[in-house]
């Protein structure tokens, strides 16, 4: 790095010179010196990221398109997001050293490992299926190429023999020795044939040897250099050099491979494999346990403030380093000078070619969190708890907010506002003027009061928080996208719109693009972080359309105009299906037996590539869509009787999905219980025997209803036959009686008035009985027919009464039928009721109403006495009233006082 020295400029006329403590940290303050760091174009993949070893000696790509890589352990594949290891012991490698590998394009790959025998790997097998022996002398060294004019043909050969082995894809069994041709092909190479099927065959020339030396991408060829790294030349002229000292992990290059979606691929001792990407290139800067807390651009240089220091970058490297202390929170950068916001104040520096210079330490306990500068030029900065600062002349005037001080970040708007933001209490609103305008929070419409980034676009407002991103427009929300619109993560590090015109969200986790009405994850560009993925830090620098962001360990820059997903995503393709150990051929209908354990689907690995990884996902009925757990097997346990839906698709990590062609139809049989010719027999027998009991019922019931119409025609018959007694009997006792107190009425005149007394009583004794010789007779009667009864009854009783003047009436709006019996007990309360009223309540007056409605109601009032309630409970017939009234079903209802007692009996 540079080294340069600090140069602090004296202010006589200022009250802010410098302190005792600013003259120390003159001191403190220097250009760290040392080897410099540069930027890397490449990334690396070693045992760090999982890799089983750092020792690489080749790599290729099979007929699959899977990875392969021959190491010192044995091959190693990626797979599903894995790398897989095949040894001698798993896999019948006679050596782990796998010196060379060259896939055939067809079925395999042939090896040549330890400096044994060369042998043939089946990729889909993962097994080794043929072996070469007696190939070679001993001392001698072989090489295996790929020949150069026929593709069905590998070569195995040493530069000490004048011989080649080749090897037909088409016939592993077969190796062909062959001798060169003494002529040429008219370019100075040997030809080597071979009679093939009657035919003279051109196998290889001399060229095969001719080991590959440079590989191009984008214009760019790339030469690796053993020893040296990896130069990078464009139309003759070398650009740079990709070494250890700017992101290669090792010079020692072994051999380079180029995929067929143009990303290259290094291999090398000691530094696992390197990869330069076909799209979203990008530069990494190495931060050694960086955590970033502000990003600055002046004159074409980023300065980077992290743990205490400012890193310069240029586009090539690290250039220098000022250490401003532990305690530094944030800086800004205002044309050549630079303010530094601490624990302890505001520091400003003038940023000069070749040196920094301190103007100002101005003391400040609260610690500052953003700096920027108004409209009109001044220095303003928020801080932690004690709201906002402007400058005003040589002094900074304190501006307190309503709702909360604690200002963890500012934001400036399009329209010359500013944004205040808390993870705690929401925003508030400020104008050009620092005044705050009006706060939001979770009270009056956002989603959450912990918010992260703000960025303001003409009308539109774009909130961050951890619960996703929302859009507001005149401070009203119109949008929310969250995790079902594909959010991901728990802070939001930036929000901003590129040169393009696409809005970008970033999080810890996440670079996304919002896309209509969802968030399409960027996962393709995750290389950022290296064994530390999560984002510490991101920031927009809009003069380059350059997004930074920031790992624990390193600090990557993209060109936004590069930044393209993936598309690439292969579609699912079954292979076989195994239900509990057994095979089933591939179908998308499956039938699986009722006590299933488990079914296997197997699919073809869709993530082959590590730079392409894709995943595979499953929907079984109407549950959501859940990844593979197990690479491409799908393993589903028992399942119910009944028809299951299963639908595959496969989804890279930008999103873009594939479908499997058709949804799997899983037939589950039902057990025998639930088959149909079984449950057809169950319902027969419970037809059966459910026809013989209803039979049986009925028969009992009909039975029942005939003894009982024989027992009822009995009853009728002992009514009938004791009516005819009382008739004939007692009523014509009564009758005689009658006539006999007439004939003393005719002979005794003087004693009249006891006979009239006598004749009523016997009245009233035959008139009870024809009610009762009534009621045996007729089961039913009308409403009307029992109120004529005691309308009669009431008339004649108070004939007797004359002191006692009676009034009824009626409302009979319906002329229902009823019982005999509920007539009667009507009659029997009324009966008791009047004779109460007679006997105890001095009453000169009784009013009776009669209604039928939708219920009978009947009442009997008069203006006597009352009673108290001692005698309501114990006396005058009212149990036995209230009893008869239950009976039938009526509820006696009862009012007493001095102005008299009203009685109620009511049809419940």
């Given at each position: 790095m540079q080294s340069g020295t600090i140069v602090t400029h004296k202010y006589p006329n200022s009250r802010w010179?410098?302190?005792?403590?600013?003259?120390?940290?003159?001191?403190?303050?220097?250009?760290?010196?040392?080897?410099?760091?540069?930027?890397?174009?490449?990334?690396?993949?070693?045992?760090?990221?999982?890799?089983?070893?750092?020792?690489?000696?080749?790599?290729?790509?099979?007929?699959?398109?899977?990875?392969?890589?021959?190491?010192?352990?044995?091959?190693?594949?990626?797979?599903?997001?894995?790398?897989?290891?095949?040894?001698?012991?798993?896999?019948?490698?006679?050596?782990?050293?796998?010196?060379?590998?060259?896939?055939?394009?067809?079925?395999?790959?042939?090896?040549?490992?330890?400096?044994?025998?060369?042998?043939?790997?089946?990729?889909?097998?993962?097994?080794?299926?043929?072996?070469?022996?007696?190939?070679?002398?001993?001392?001698?060294?072989?090489?295996?190429?790929?020949?150069?004019?026929?593709?069905?043909?590998?070569?195995?050969?040493?530069?000490?023999?004048?011989?080649?082995?080749?090897?037909?894809?088409?016939?592993?069994?077969?190796?062909?020795?062959?001798?060169?041709?003494?002529?040429?092909?008219?370019?100075?190479?040997e030809q080597y044939f071979s009679l093939i099927d009657g035919r003279r065959v051109l196998v290889a020339t001399g060229r095969f040897k001719n080991e590959k030396t440079h590989v191009m991408q984008s214009g760019i060829k790339y030469s690796p250099k053993f020893g040296v790294g990896i130069v990078r030349s464009a139309k003759g002229n070398v650009l740079d050099t990709i070494s250890e000292k700017n992101g290669l992990e090792s010079h020692m290059l072994t051999d380079f491979h180029r995929t067929a979606d143009g990303h290259l691929y290094f291999s090398s001792l000691g530094g696992g494999f390197s990869f330069i990407r076909n799209e979203g290139h990008r530069k990494a800067y190495p931060l050694e346990n960086g955590k970033v807390r502000a990003i600055g651009f002046h004159n074409n240089k980023y300065y980077v403030l992290s743990r205490g220091s400012v890193f310069v970058l240029n586009s090539r490297k690290i250039e220098s380093r000022l250490s401003l202390g532990r305690d530094a929170l944030t800086l800004f950068i205002d044309k050549d000078l630079l303010y530094a916001g601490t624990f302890k104040g505001l520091v400003i520096y003038r940023l000069g070619e070749k040196d920094i210079r301190l103007l100002k330490s101005i003391p400040f306990t609260d610690g500052i969190s953003r700096i920027f500068k108004t409209a009109d030029g001044k220095t303003a900065f928020s801080s932690y708890g004690n709201g906002m600062f402007i400058q005003e002349g040589e002094e900074f005037r304190n501006i307190r907010l309503?709702?909360?001080?604690?200002?963890?970040?500012?934001?400036?708007?399009?329209?010359?506002?500013?944004?205040?933001?808390?993870?705690?209490?929401?925003?508030?609103?400020?104008?050009?003027?620092?005044?705050?305008?009006?706060?939001?929070?979770?009270?009056?419409?956002?989603?959450?009061?912990?918010?992260?980034?703000?960025?303001?676009e003409k009308d539109t407002l774009w909130v961050g928080s951890p619960t996703g991103l929302s859009g507001r427009l005149n401070n009203k929300q119109f949008q929310s996208l969250s995790a079902e619109q594909g959010f991901s993560g728990h802070q939001v590090k930036c929000i901003f719109r590129c040169k393009q015109g696409r809005l970008w969200i970033v999080t810890n986790r996440m670079i996304m693009e919002k896309v209509k009405e969802e968030l399409r994850p960027f996962g393709s560009f995750s290389g950022y972080g290296g064994n530390s993925p999560y984002i510490t830090y991101a920031h927009y620098i809009p003069e380059k359309d350059e997004l930074l962001i920031a790992t624990k360990n390193r600090l990557s820059v993209f060109a936004m105009r590069e930044m393209e997903p993936n598309r690439k995503v292969e579609t699912p393709v079954l292979k076989h299906i195994e239900a509990d150990g057994k095979v089933i051929t591939p179908s998308n209908h499956v039938e699986l037996q009722h006590d299933n354990l488990l079914t296997v689907f197997s699919f073809r690995t869709v993530d082959k590539d590590f730079l392409d990884y894709s995943k595979l996902y499953y929907k079984l009925g109407g549950a959501d869509w859940l990844p593979f757990t197990d690479g491409n097997l799908l393993k589903i346990t028992h399942q119910s009787s009944g028809r299951h839906l299963l639908q595959v698709k496969s989804r890279n990590q930008d999103g873009y999905e594939k479908m499997y062609p058709a949804d799997i139809q899983i037939w589950v049989q039902p057990p025998f219980y639930r088959s149909w010719w079984f449950v057809l027999s169950a319902i027969l027998t419970l037809v059966g025997v459910s026809s013989f009991v209803v039979y049986q019922y009925y028969r009992s019931k009909y039975e029942s209803k005939l003894h009982e119409s024989k027992l009822n025609e009995e009853i009728e018959d002992e009514r009938r036959r004791i009516s005819r007694d009382l008739h004939d009997n007692i009523g014509a006792y009564t009758t005689s009686l009658i006539m006999r107190i007439e004939n003393l009425e005719q002979k005794h005149g003087d004693r009249i008035g006891d006979l009239k007394d006598i004749r009523e009583i016997s009245y009233q004794i035959m008139s009870l009985l024809r009610q009762t010789i009534w009621v045996l007779k007729m089961r039913e009667t009308t409403v009307e027919n029992c109120y004529e009864g005691l309308l009669s009854y009431s008339t004649r009783y108070f004939k007797t009464v004359p002191d006692i003047q009676l009034n009824i009436t009626e409302n009979i709006a319906v002329n229902r039928s009823m019982e005999s019996s509920k007539s009667i007990s009507v009659f029997r309360i009324v009966q008791e009721a009047l004779h109460n009223i007679v006997k105890h309540s001095g009453a000169d007056r009784v009013d009776i109403h009669f209604e039928s409605t939708d219920k009978l109601r009947l009442t009997v009032r008069d203006n006597g006495k009352g009673f108290s309630d001692n005698e309501k409970s114990n006396g005058f017939g009212i149990s036995n009233m209230k009893a008869r009234a239950n009976e039938m079903g009526f509820e006696l209802k009862m009012k007493t006082g001095p102005e008299g007692t009203e009685i109620t009996i009511e049809e419940q």
């Open positions: 010179q410098p302190s005792f403590g600013a003259l120390l940290i003159l001191f403190i303050l220097c250009w760290q010196s040392g080897n410099a760091q540069y930027a890397s174009v490449i990334e690396n993949i070693t045992e760090n990221e999982g890799l089983p070893t750092n020792y690489i000696f080749n790599i290729t790509q099979d007929h699959n398109g899977f990875l392969w890589l021959g190491s010192d352990k044995g091959l190693i594949k990626y797979s599903n997001g894995k790398f897989l290891t095949y040894d001698a012991d798993n896999s019948g490698l006679p050596g782990n050293y796998i010196h060379h590998a060259v896939a055939d394009g067809k079925s395999g790959m042939f090896i040549c490992a330890a400096g044994k025998d060369l042998v043939f790997f089946d990729t889909n097998r993962t097994r080794v299926t043929h072996r070469y022996h007696n190939l070679g002398r001993k001392g001698l060294t072989y090489g295996l190429y790929r020949s150069d004019v026929h593709p069905d043909f590998t070569v195995f050969a040493s530069e000490s023999e004048p011989f080649i082995y080749a090897i037909n894809r088409n016939r592993l069994t077969e190796i062909i020795k062959i001798f060169a041709q003494k002529q040429t092909d008219g370019k100075g190479a309503p709702v909360f001080n604690n200002i963890e970040n500012l934001f400036k708007g399009q329209k010359g506002n500013y944004f205040a933001t808390s993870y705690e209490s929401g925003y508030t609103e400020l104008n050009s003027d620092l005044q705050a305008v009006k706060s939001y929070s979770r009270e009056n419409g956002l989603n959450s009061n912990n918010i992260n980034y703000l960025f303001s």
